[in-house]
């Protein structure tokens, strides 16, 4: 693995990223939470609105009732979002590297060997 460096994201894959959080978040509150927004404003986009719409959710209970909203929730609704950007990687004991990283090499491996039917080795440059 190569070093690690962080990538502010632009707002939309922000928001992007924050829907997939809370989408997968495998609670029955959260549930109760969507349905709570699907009655408040049926027409909605439930992936466009929930983030910020449980954000100020979990603003009003923090401010109305604290004790009944614990970190989690409030992690969840501020979470804090960046990307790590790394140059290379292992997947499966296969090195990936990405193009830049790539041309800088002095020696570089385009193509594919593979065996045939035959048991012949066939040889394809990937383009």
Known sequence: MSAKK?????????KSLHWIVLNNYDEDEMRSYKS??????PESD???EFPSW???KIYCLQKDMPSDCTGE??????VLLCAYSY?????????FVVNNHDLQR?????????FGEDGQTVQCVVT
Request: aromatic share 4%.
């Open 36 to 41: 709570e927004l699907k009655l408040e404003l």
């Open 46 to 48: 439930i992936k466009k």
């Open 6 to 14: 962080i990538v502010e994201l632009c707002k939309e894959a922000k």
């Open 54 to 56: 449980f954000k100020e």
């Open 87 to 95: 140059t290379a990687c292992i997947v499966n004991g296969v090195r």
């Open 73 to 78: 929730l409030k992690e969840l609704a501020y």
């Open 106 to 114: 002095t020696t570089q491996n385009s193509g594919v060997v593979t």
